[in-house]
């Protein structure tokens, strides 16, 4: 990986360390409040990715919460990750870690 390429992926680590409570750990959503996650993704996410069955069409490479939640190695501080470090046609979210968990547990309540 090059330098300029491996720079976001650091930048984002020196961030998550920088905060408590937001290590890169194994434990998903725990404590994630599923029901009030899929009332934030509705009003957060919803204008480009689908969020819930029967929502409609996503913007053309936002991949469905279904989707997401299908990745095995899927779990919140991943979402916390993404979301400090999007990439350049996702808009910046001030979620707290609460809400990422809560996000994160509603996207997993989705997998098969």
């Not at 720079?7 to 290590?23: D, N, R, T, W």
């Not at 194994?26 to 996410?45: F, S, V, Y």
């Not at 779990?75 to 707290?96: K, T």
Request: aromatic share 8%.
């Amino acid at each position: 990986m090059s330098i300029s390429k491996a720079m976001p992926l650091v930048a984002a680590l020196s961030l998550l360390s920088a905060f408590p409570g937001y290590g890169l750990d194994n434990e998903g959503a725990a404590g994630g409040d599923a029901a009030h996650g899929r009332t934030l993704a509705q009003n957060w996410c919803a204008s480009c990715h689908v969020v819930s069955p029967g929502q409609g069409e996503s913007k053309k490479g936002a991949p469905s919460f279904a989707t997401i939640a299908q990745s095995p190695d899927f779990n919140a501080d991943q979402l916390a990750y993404f979301l400090y470090a999007p990439h350049p046609r996702m808009a910046r979210l001030a979620l707290s870690r609460k809400a990422i968990n809560d996000i994160a547990a509603y996207i997993l309540s989705l997998r098969d």
